[in-house]
């Protein structure tokens, strides 16, 4: 790993860490209100600032700025950012992708000019054309470093190796690497990683917040923004003190809020469908839910009948990422809603779990029709 960048934190104040804003400009602002973000704090950014959401230019203009205008704001490069090194080497692949992923980039800022793709546009044409108009973003881009190591810390997009050396990583490794949290590291510091949302380590209750594993020294703070439909962006908050550093967290997201009318004591339903693991084989139906068996896992867990597929060839599988679980709430309490499309039940987000209640528990919603993940 070649592009490294090396600083020291102040012994005390506050550090902000915010990975995978995937274009969501509008959450970034929020989160970055709701946390009081203040000139004095550090804020660092672990890659993904642009692709899948719906304003990627902006994110990497407003974060540009930022750094401009404030020395302890520091970034670093993640796997999505790297599509403009894909279009600088002329990548022949690039073009399809282009033609099938409207929210990128690279599409955005051909319609602030004004170029439209046609059957003759070459991946040429659209490297003269956005290298013409956006050098100064592509060049940032290109210029992130892969990590950023402090006295105590190491902020990387997706991992390092089990090596002695953390700094023998691959690039490719440190920015795409899956599921870090099951690895192990040898760096002696806090890594710090994005890139794989956290609910995919989900086991009994599917949470989004981050994850901190004080043995491994790993914390994992993708709370899916974007990529998972009950996803959040998560702010994780180091507070350092002479005392020794505490951490704390808090998110935004784009689900709407709703009261608690009445309590509700949850079921002893528990688990989670996670990426890749959906084949299921059914066992017993009930009226809401099916109580079926993970192909890969052989754990039983009770499926919301609506989100369970039935394919041509007779097999049976989840429809997407979802909670099986259930989750108790108290009268008064602010939750999101997800999913109130479902019979008997809603799907609902409680301070980043997911879990279902009894439908007549929240407050009638003024906008009706939200969707399920499915």
């Known amino acids: ?163 002695e050396n953390w700094i023998d990583t691959e690039r490719i490794s440190a920015i795409t690497m899956p599921s870090f949290l099951e690895k192990h590291q040898r760096s002696g510091k806090y890594v710090i990683v994005g890139h794989w949302p956290v609910v995919n380590y989900s086991t009994n209750i599917p949470s989004n917040n981050p994850i901190v594993d004080n043995d491994k020294k790993m914390i994992a703070i993708d709370g899916g923004n974007v990529i998972k439909s009950t996803g959040q962006l998560n702010a994780f908050i180091i507070h350092r003190e002479t005392s020794g550093d505490t951490f704390s967290h808090t998110y935004t997201d784009h689900h709407i809020s709703c009261e608690v009318m009445k309590e509700f004591i949850s079921e002893p339903m528990k688990g989670a469908i996670s990426y890749p693991n959906y084949e299921l084989i059914p066992l017993q139906p009930f009226e809401h839910f099916t109580k079926c068996k993970l192909v890969e896992t052989n754990e039983q867990l009770y499926v919301k009948n609506e989100y369970i597929h039935h394919s041509e060839k007779g097999t049976f599988s989840a429809k997407s990422d979802l909670s099986c679980a259930q989750i108790s709430v108290k009268k008064g309490e602010i939750i999101s809603v997800v999913d109130n499309s479902c019979t008997g039940y809603d799907l609902i987000k409680k301070n980043g779990e997911e879990g279902w209640v009894l439908k007549d528990v929240l407050q009638p919603m003024k906008k009706r029709g939200l969707l399920p993940l499915g």
């Not at 969501?24 to 009081?36: A, H, P, R, T, Y």
């Open 1 to 163: 790993m070649k592009k490294v960048k090396k600083f020291s934190l102040p012994s005390q104040g506050r550090i902000i860490v915010i990975s995978d804003i995937h274009g969501e400009l509008d959450l970034f602002i929020s989160l970055l209100k709701k946390v009081n973000f203040r000139s004095e704090d550090y804020l660092i950014i672990n890659g993904d600032l642009c692709e899948k959401g719906s304003n990627s230019k902006g994110v990497v203009r407003y974060v540009m700025d930022l750094t401009e205008s404030n020395s302890n704001v520091h970034v670093t490069e993640g796997n999505c950012d790297t599509i403009v090194e894909d279009l600088l080497q002329e990548n022949q692949k690039l073009m399809n992708y282009i033609g099938t992923r409207k929210h990128s980039i690279l599409n955005e800022w051909l319609d602030e000019v004004g170029f439209e793709i046609k059957k003759s546009t070459t991946v040429r044409d659209v490297k003269d054309i956005l290298t013409l108009h956006f050098s100064d973003e592509i060049n940032w881009l290109l210029e992130l470093p892969t990590a950023i190591e402090t006295d105590e810390y190491i902020f990387v997009h997706a991992g390092i190796d089990d090596k």
